[in-house]
């Protein structure tokens, strides 16, 4: 069964940091692209960062290019996201999402973990 | 950057009624398009992916159409479980923008 488990949410002061983690099981996770989304209170999903199943293409949300960055290590089968420079806006669920492709061209995000809060606040 | 707008924002339904939400995208992205279902403090669910395929285990009462810039879900008869909120997506190029979301209620 696919899983994926977000943790390292919390509560953190404006200009602070935060790493969030991604654990993944049930799938060969070196095999897959992944994606950070996220959805703030009262608003909708934002897509936040991608990873290629190596790591050697990223792509970032104009809302966080150069305060956030995502990593994965493959060995320990987890994503992550060290997100820097927090702004009150940042307030989100994190939700990790594993990318499928269908006929080579076609992607979609087929699961999702279950989210981790973060709150900026001061 | 492809901006995503779906309408409407939000929609009141009976059980057993038929319901269609809309997704424009500001560009053409052929049929590269999403759809998720999301409910309250749940994560996302995948319920249609290349416009108009079926994902495994959701529903056969939801379908969707389209290609371009005009995109329809349609859930042909509304059960209990369906009430949540609807968001398209667009898998054309990145940034990999959502729609802004269509709740739909009970009336």
């Known amino acids: 069964e696919v899983q994926l488990v977000e943790s390292g949410g919390g509560l953190v002061q404006p200009g602070g940091s935060l790493r969030l983690s991604c654990a993944a099981s049930g799938f060969t996770f070196s095999s897959y692209e992944m994606n950070w989304v996220r959805r703030a209170p009262g608003k909708g999903l934002e897509w936040v960062s991608y990873i290629s199943y190596s790591g050697s293409t990223i792509y970032y949300a104009d809302s966080v290019k150069g305060r956030f960055t995502i990593s994965r290590d493959n060995a320990k089968n987890s994503l992550y996201l060290q997100m820097n420079s927090l702004r009150a806006e940042d307030t989100a669920v994190y939700y990790c999402?594993?990318?499928?492709?269908?006929?080579?061209?076609?992607?979609?995000?087929?699961?999702w973990g279950q989210g981790t809060l973060v709150t900026v606040s001061s | 950057d492809i901006q995503m707008t779906q309408s409407p924002s939000s929609l009141s339904a009976s059980v057993g009624d038929r319901v269609t939400i809309t997704c424009r995208a500001s560009?053409?992205?052929?049929?590269?398009l999403n759809w998720y279902q999301q409910k309250p403090g749940k994560a996302p669910k995948l319920l249609i992916y290349a416009a108009s395929s079926l994902q495994s285990g959701a529903p056969s009462r939801f379908s969707g159409s389209g290609s371009g810039t005009d995109f329809t879900l349609t859930i042909s008869s509304l059960q209990p479980e369906d009430f949540a909120t609807y968001y398209c997506?667009?898998?054309?190029?990145?940034?990999?923008?959502f729609g802004q979301g269509t709740k739909l209620e009970i009336k």
């Open positions: 560009q053409s992205i052929s049929t590269y």
């Open positions: 999402a594993r990318e499928s492709l269908y006929s080579s061209s076609w992607f979609y995000f087929d699961y």
């Open positions: 997506q667009q898998s054309y190029s990145t940034p990999r923008t």
